[in-house]
């Protein structure tokens, strides 16, 4: 268990990810939970790829960037209509109040072709411990049996939170690879993390 909040709020705050979760040690043996570790179920790359991605302040469009010049593959930004606001403590607000009402974004745009990609590389900033809801509009929007989901996730210290829960939950049809998350933008490191990423997910490089 980590926690990954490190906001302050008032005492009366309340929100549906707070409160007291209690913990014993599991099993031995599979649990019915996602982890970041989880072996892959397929080891070599097979179809087309879709890197599909939001990102608000751009750490995340960068990483996709990178993974776009390392594979080739097809490039798509999630784009809500009505987009968040330019400021951060603005939107600091807005996301929360998304994620309490799991509100459901209109997008933008849409992947007119889904049915041609195999592996969609799924980006996104670590928004309050989870997902962006943009994110859950775009897995809600597509079926994704027989596709495998492979999460990469830029974050400010709390790596995934319980984004990888969240994404299993919303496509539970898709197989889902091993995530990868970066540092804010990933700096010098990125290339290289990028690269061993792919190939911990059987992805070859151009
Ligand atoms: C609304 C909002 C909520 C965030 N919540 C978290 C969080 O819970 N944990 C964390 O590690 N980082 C959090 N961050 C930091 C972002 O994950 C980090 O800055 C990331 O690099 C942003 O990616 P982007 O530039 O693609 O938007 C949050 C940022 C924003 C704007």
Redesign the pocket.
Known sequence: MRS???AAGQEDMHSYNLGLRLVRNADKGRSGSVTAGEPNLRTESAGRILIAYF???????GIAREIQAQTGADLFEITPSNPYSSD?NT??ME?QEDQHNQARPELAEHVQNMDDYDIILLGY?????SIPMPIASFLEEYDFSGKRIIPFC?????RF?QSLTAIAKLAPDAVMGEGLSVH?SGGSGLSGNVTAWLEANGIKRN
């Open positions: 990954a909040y490190r990102s608000w302040g751009g750490n995340t469009r951060y939107v600091l996301a900033p670590n928004w309050w411990a830029s974050h400010g210290g709390g939170g804010y």
